[in-house]
């Protein structure tokens, strides 16, 4: 996955229904962008440059992996959506919206049609007031001093005047209070981990990934099946037992939920598969007494992937131990999970098929799936 980027965006309207367009702006944004993080309060300040009504002005926070132009690109779309007309007048005038890029990271990015940190940022209240609301210690990095600091020393008299209106993140459409233990599952190559990853970030998640990288008998099983299978499935139960109740038995209180890309259960489902029949009659013995005492997720999503998808992610995360992985053994794992999953009365279990969904690159899949998990509410 592509590194995500922390960035400010500021946004302002006199044009129409004001709240509204910085509404629907803030929803464009995440629904095209990226996560939103944070969002300052509504702020009234008198038109600048030009006679015309009051603007609404706000600042968000938004974690995305698009590019500076990439996401300039995204913004300005979002502009003529909501209505704002090109124009060749070089002065200020009104407009439903207006979208701008104030901080990306730490970058500095001068091109013919951009420049960030914004060039006018430390000459206006109007945006240095609401980005002090979410962003008071970061650092300009040409000017070298916090967005406080640069309040403090700003020339403009025009103070902004709060607004007693609050803005709703769109992420808040998803309900994530019912949910305790989230475990994400699926095949090799699935985008467990990634998936588990992004709506630990996005939702405030405690975050379990299986510590696989760690297994020095992966690579020796890949290359000779039958004489290290019992050794590395005895090894992942192990390892996935003390992992998930340590990690379960620590309360995190700064977490709202937890969330890993594997169950426990995944050992007996593997097992079975790599074990002959005497090994695995044995293994299931010690497994049942391990699973007894093991906390339960209570919702468990299955990512379904067909073997054609599978091998293809397999082949592009790079991994050298997994690339001469037999498609037979894709297939027996894609059977063994559903097998499981169908004779599950105590789990909330939901099958997703993600075959033809890309959510990694593609942001409407990612959103999807969300919908999917969590059910959104209108």
């Given at each position: 996955?592509?590194?995500?980027?922390?960035?400010?965006?500021?946004?302002g309207?006199?044009?129409?229904?004001k709240?509204k367009n910085l509404?629907?702006?803030?929803?464009?944004?995440?629904?095209?962008?990226?996560?939103?993080v944070?969002?300052?309060?509504?702020y009234?300040?008198?038109?600048f440059?030009?006679?015309?009504?009051d603007?609404f002005?706000?600042?968000?926070?938004?974690?995305?992996?698009?590019s500076?132009?990439?996401?300039?690109?995204q913004?300005?779309?979002?502009?003529?959506q909501?209505?704002?007309?090109?124009?060749?007048?070089?002065?200020?005038?009104?407009?439903?919206?207006?979208?701008?890029?104030?901080?990306?990271?730490?970058?500095?990015?001068?091109?013919?049609?951009?420049?960030?940190?914004?060039k006018?940022l430390?000459?206006?209240l109007f945006?240095?007031?609401p980005l002090?609301?979410?962003?008071?210690?970061?650092?300009?990095?040409k000017?070298?001093?916090?967005?406080?600091e640069?309040?403090?020393?700003?020339?403009d008299t025009?103070?902004?005047?709060?607004?007693?209106?609050?803005?709703k993140?769109?992420?808040q459409q998803?309900?994530?209070?019912?949910h305790?233990?989230?475990?994400?599952?699926?095949?090799?190559?699935?985008g467990?981990?990634?998936?588990?990853?992004?709506?630990?970030?996005?939702?405030n998640?405690?975050l379990?990934?299986?510590r696989?990288a760690?297994?020095?008998?992966?690579?020796?099983?890949?290359?000779d099946?039958?004489?290290?299978?019992?050794t590395l499935?005895?090894?992942?139960?192990?390892?996935?037992y003390q992992?998930?109740?340590?990690?379960?038995?620590?309360?995190?209180?700064f977490s709202?939920?937890?969330?890993?890309?594997?169950?426990?259960?995944k050992?007996?489902?593997?097992?079975k598969?790599?074990?002959p029949e005497d090994?695995?009659?044995?293994?299931?013995?010690?497994f049942?007494l391990?699973?007894?005492?093991?906390?339960?997720?209570?919702?468990?999503?299955?990512?379904?992937?067909?073997?054609?998808?599978?091998?293809?992610n397999?082949?592009?995360?790079?991994?050298d131990?997994?690339?001469?992985?037999?498609?037979d053994?894709?297939?027996?794992?894609?059977?063994?999970?559903?097998?499981?999953?169908k004779?599950?009365?105590?789990?909330?279990?939901?099958?997703?098929d993600?075959?033809?969904?890309?959510f990694?690159e593609?942001r409407?899949?990612y959103?999807?799936l969300?919908?999917?998990i969590?059910?959104?509410?209108?």
């Open positions: 996955m592509e590194e995500q980027q922390l960035v400010y965006i500021a946004l309207s006199n044009k129409g229904d709240f509404q629907e702006a803030i929803y464009a944004i995440y629904e095209k962008t990226g996560t939103v944070q969002i300052s309060k509504i009234k300040t008198k038109a440059g030009f006679e015309g009504e603007f002005n706000c600042c968000i926070a938004v974690q995305t992996i698009l500076p132009q990439a996401l300039l690109t913004l300005k779309n979002i502009e003529v909501l209505g704002r007309k090109k124009t060749n007048s070089t002065t200020y005038e009104a407009r439903e919206i207006d979208l701008d890029i104030i901080f990306y990271a730490k970058d500095i990015v001068t091109d013919s049609n951009l420049t960030v940190p914004h006018e430390h000459k206006r945006v240095l007031v002090n609301d979410i962003a008071a210690k970061t650092n300009h990095p000017l070298n001093k916090t967005v406080t640069l309040i403090a020393i700003c020339e025009e103070l902004p005047e709060p607004q007693n209106i609050w803005l993140n769109p992420k998803f309900n994530t209070s019912k305790n233990y989230i475990a994400i599952e699926g095949n090799i190559g699935a467990k981990t990634s998936l588990a990853t992004l709506i630990s970030e996005e939702f998640a405690k379990i990934l299986e696989f760690d297994n020095p008998f992966l690579p020796k099983f890949y290359e099946a039958t004489r290290f299978a019992f499935e005895m090894s992942f139960l192990a390892d996935r992992q998930i109740t340590d990690d379960l038995a620590q309360l995190d209180l709202d939920f937890m969330i890993s890309d594997y169950d426990i259960f050992s007996l489902i593997f097992s598969i790599t074990l090994e695995f009659n044995l293994y299931k013995k010690l049942y391990m699973y007894k005492d093991i906390p339960k997720p209570d919702s468990y999503v299955y990512l379904y992937q067909n073997t054609e998808r599978l091998q293809e397999i082949k592009k995360r790079g991994r131990y997994e690339q001469n992985i037999d498609p053994y894709l297939e027996k794992i894609n059977s063994g999970y559903l097998e499981f999953l004779t599950q009365q105590n789990f909330n279990v939901k099958i997703i993600i075959s033809n969904k890309d990694i593609h409407s899949d959103l999807w969300l919908n999917e969590f059910e959104a509410q209108e």
